[in-house]
């Protein structure tokens, strides 16, 4: 009888506290869950043997053959400052002739802010290529722990560019952090080469444009919506700074500024790696 | 005309470190700089908000993922400084930990000095001893055989005696630990330094066991201790009064065979395995100290008495055997009423107490090991006749078991390994929870399943082979060049391995030290926020981490070293006296063991400041 009492209290705690150890671990905080992981988008870049002249045209009837990929945005909160809105969401498409690559980038934006002055913002947008082995989290920004080639096209050097406007000031504000309190230095204006910077960074902070400026760029703006273009050889000149697309199965990162919103410098949205698989 | 040109022994440089923090380790993780350098540090984070707080300086910064910290000093302070990590980053936070070098590293060659002192002059004092002197002395002066009987102040003595003591403690203990339970029930699998389960169990109550309960009152813990409260409530089927003198259940006898150190010597290697998770999870906590109260129950429904206390209790093994070294012990003090007392109620028990739980025969005890002082037999013995005695350190490590019943043997090797492995274990858990190893504290606690085998693989390496080996090889020189063949090897061994006892406790209590000093701060915020539920019941929630004399922690841990070779050396010398029959003998066996504890001290102070 008392075996049969001994046995029954063992079994009856026993099962009770793996019951309670079930529950726990069942509904513990902390618990890890599955979470799904994203697939990055791909952005195939194709062969097409096409030439784009950006002095003409943005070659808006060879970009209608391409397949568009969407790549979603979010807000840059690495460094401050953070930006107030962000742009949810831009499509992107590239090809290449085996002598150029180009890309393509289309996003929507009511306003269209090309002039800088004070309060007022360009509109950009830039594409970003890991340089060397270590590829950090694109969201670390700016190639934080890890080199960078960037380009950036700004709609107001756009505008100085390629229709010879001169600037309606000499100068401009650079920006630092918190520049509502700090004064803002003025920078003076350089002629620009080109519509797009070809800059290069190892951490934030340290935006570095380069010597020599390979990337040419044009972007239109049309009833809220911009489309710009890049174009670059894709033979590089110096391997330590420009982004190569040899071998191929690279990857790249987008970002936008909007002017209207006061985006600029750490101000944008920006996107997380994307896959170029290249044909 | 002479030039004289001084040329300096070191130029101070500027020295510039970028350190890379990842869970739970830095890159580089040991710095070696020399005093008076400026250096600089810039520290990232590779995953999440990381710190680095730098021991012995007090200056810190930190680092988000994808911005940077600096921090910038003249290190002008010598030694070994361990900088550790000042943000809750992970379960593992509070052992992320790098080693910053300062040469000239004076603090461990004084030590090293001071060690190797200490062994010259107890070579001296042995050689020049002649002749065995009757009765031994701590440290040549305080007699061992000195104590204070304290039943003699009638407040103790009614205490003791007294049905609710120690009831009341345990009682409160039970309700602290119903709520270490349900806190580490409800917090998961979140960091543990900020739940009250894993901080109060492996930061208060393991200190606290090693520092002050278990050198001074040797089984204290086991004496309120609510593990067994409620089996023993079954067996009893009685809250307080005097029930059932057999207890309820089956009864079972453990088997002779196992009446021994040594299943809680595997026991508790067992459960070190699983230390990497008990320690940080919280939920983890709550497995391990449920397991262990569900063990109780059902073990007190089978077995008689105390049997889990006695066999079961993973820290029951350390415990016994190191209160042999604590100043306090339960004897009787008249063995001649004893002798004349028939039926020996301490044993039988009575209506005003049960007979022994620990199945110890109190009117013969004349060691700590197997006395839980529950103080059943104080209020057992109607003569009064039992005593809580103050006594020197160590004097009943000097005691042989005695042949008193089939239970208990001679001195034997399940407490000389139980002495050995505690070494061991100490040193896996030094290594993995205040080393720099990143990688160690990768494998403790499994991030791989081939990193936690290899843990557990090299912890059985170091605990049963490594160690023993060693002490093996040191013991048998020692009997070697004794030329006594009469004396057999094998208590050579055993007898010497007492020595461990001294040692282990105060590595142990170093090893403590190197925890509560930095992160006992967090004490005082879960006291606020057990559950963190965002309570803050004493206002102290909100407490931020404030690591505390971690500029003298280095010297309080070699201090510790130094006291816990003085009493080896002491001990030592008297174990080896107690072995063999001459004089002459018991000192050319002391000189290899000598030998061996002067390195073994050596070793520790390098692990700990060096």
């Not at chain 2, 055989?145 to 103790?156: A, G, M, P, V």
Request: proline share 5%; charged share 20%; aromatic share 16%.
């Amino acid at each position: 009888m008392k075996k049969i009492a001994v046995i029954l209290i063992s079994g009856v705690l026993i099962i009770s506290c793996g019951a309670l150890v079930y529950y726990g671990l069942r509904h513990a905080r902390g618990i890890p869950v599955a979470i799904q992981k994203i697939e990055r988008p791909v952005l195939q870049v194709k062969f097409i043997d096409k030439e784009i002249d950006l002095t003409q045209d943005t070659g808006e009837d060879i970009w209608n053959t391409i397949s568009p990929c969407e790549v979603k945005l979010t807000y840059q909160v690495t460094a401050l400052p953070w930006p107030k809105a962000v742009t949810p969401k831009i499509t992107v498409k590239a090809f290449h002739n085996q002598k150029n690559i180009y890309f393509y980038i289309n996003w929507m934006d009511e306003t269209h802010d090309v002039d800088l002055s004070t309060n007022k913002f360009s509109d950009a947008c830039a594409i970003m290529f890991p340089l060397g082995e270590e590829i950090q989290p694109a969201t670390i920004m700016m190639g934080f722990l890890g080199k960078t080639n960037i380009w950036q096209w700004k709609a107001s050097q756009d505008k100085e560019y390629w229709l010879k406007e001169s600037p309606t000031t000499n100068a401009y504000a650079d920006f630092y952090y918190p520049f509502e309190e700090k004064e803002l230095l003025p920078v003076s204006m350089v002629v620009p080469k080109s519509a797009v910077n070809d800059l290069v960074t190892i951490r934030v902070g340290t935006i570095t444009p380069k010597q020599v400026q390979n990337v040419q760029g044009r972007g239109f703006w049309q009833s809220g919506d911009w489309k710009v273009v890049f174009k670059r050889s894709i033979e590089v000149s110096d391997p330590q700074l420009d982004a190569s697309f040899i071998p191929d199965k690279k990857l790249c990162a987008f970002a936008v500024w909007n002017g209207s919103r006061g985006e600029r410098g750490g101000r944008k949205s920006i996107s997380d790696w994307v896959e170029l698989k290249f044909q | 005309m002479l030039i004289l040109i001084f040329v300096p022994s070191s130029f101070a440089q500027e020295q510039f470190f970028q350190i890379k923090a990842k869970k739970f380790s830095y890159t580089p993780n040991i710095i070696k700089v020399n005093k008076g350098d400026v250096v600089r540090f810039r520290l990232v984070s590779e995953d999440v908000h990381h710190g680095l707080f730098l021991d012995g300086y007090g200056i810190s910064t930190s680092a988000y993922p994808g911005q940077e910290g600096a921090l910038k000093f003249v290190a002008d302070k010598t030694g070994r400084f361990s900088f550790r990590c000042s943000h809750t980053c992970g379960e593992f936070h509070p052992y992320m930990v790098g080693y910053l070098y300062v040469s000239p590293n004076y603090l461990f060659w004084a030590g090293t000095f001071i060690i190797l002192l200490l062994g010259f002059g107890s070579f001296i004092i042995t050689m020049s001893k002649t002749q065995k002197k009757e009765g031994l002395k701590l440290f040549g002066i305080i007699p061992l055989n000195w104590q204070l009987e304290l039943t003699r102040f009638k407040l103790i003595r009614n205490l003791l005696k007294s049905r609710w003591f120690p009831l009341i403690p345990i009682i409160i203990n039970l309700f602290i630990f119903t709520v270490i339970l349900f806190a580490g029930f409800v917090g998961g699998w979140g960091s543990g330094n900020y739940n009250f389960g894993v901080m109060i169990v492996w930061i208060l109550w393991w200190v606290l066991l090693m520092l002050f309960m278990v050198p001074l009152i040797g089984r204290f813990w086991c004496m309120i201790c609510p593990f067994p409260l409620l089996g023993e409530w079954i067996q009893r089927g009685k809250l307080i009064a005097v029930g059932r003198q057999k207890s309820w259940g089956l009864s079972k006898k453990w088997p002779n065979k196992w009446k021994n150190l040594w299943p809680l010597v595997i026991l508790f290697w067992i459960t070190t395995w699983f230390s990497g998770f008990f320690t940080v999870r919280p939920f983890a906590t709550f497995i391990l100290l449920g397991a262990i109260i569900l063990l109780a129950i059902i073990a007190s429904i089978i077995y008689e008495k105390r049997t889990f206390c006695i066999t079961m209790c993973p820290v029951s093994g350390f415990m016994g055997l190191y209160s042999n070294f604590s100043l306090c012990s339960v004897r009787r003090k008249d063995p001649e009423i004893c002798r004349k007392h028939i039926p020996k109620t301490c044993v039988v028990g009575n209506e005003k107490g049960y007979g022994c739980p620990w199945m110890e025969l109190p009117f013969d005890m004349n060691r700590n090991t197997y006395c839980g002082l529950c103080l059943e037999c104080f209020k057992a013995c109607p003569y009064d006749n039992m005593g809580f005695f103050v006594s020197p350190f160590g004097r009943h490590l000097f005691v042989e078991r005695r042949k008193t019943d089939d239970i208990y043997n001679r001195r034997s090797t399940d407490e000389a390994f139980k002495g050995l492995t505690m070494l061991g274990i100490f040193l896996s858990f030094f290594l993995a929870f205040q080393g720099p190893y990143g990688h160690l504290k990768d494998m403790v606690r499994a991030t791989s399943l081939s990193g936690y085998l290899s843990y557990i693989g090299e912890s059985f390496c170091i605990d049963f082979l490594l160690i023993p080996v060693v002490f093996l090889l040191f013991t048998f020189l020692s009997w070697k060049v004794s030329k006594n063949k009469e004396v057999k090897f094998k208590e050579v061994f055993v007898n010497f391995a007492y020595i461990l006892v001294p040692v282990g406790l105060a590595i142990w209590a170093a090893f403590s030290i190197g925890i509560i000093l930095p992160n006992g701060s967090y004490l005082l915020h879960i006291v606020s926020d057990p559950f963190a539920w965002g309570w803050n019941l004493f206002g102290t929630a909100n407490f931020p981490w404030t690591p505390v004399f971690t500029g003298i922690m280095p010297y309080i841990q070699v201090l510790l070293v130094v006291i816990g070779l003085m009493f080896a050396l002491d001990f030592g010398g008297k174990f080896s006296q107690q072995t063999y029959a001459s004089m002459d003998e018991a000192k050319k066996s002391w000189i290899p063991i000598l030998i061996y504890l002067v390195g073994l001290h050596i070793f520790f102070l390098k692990l700990f400041t060096g």
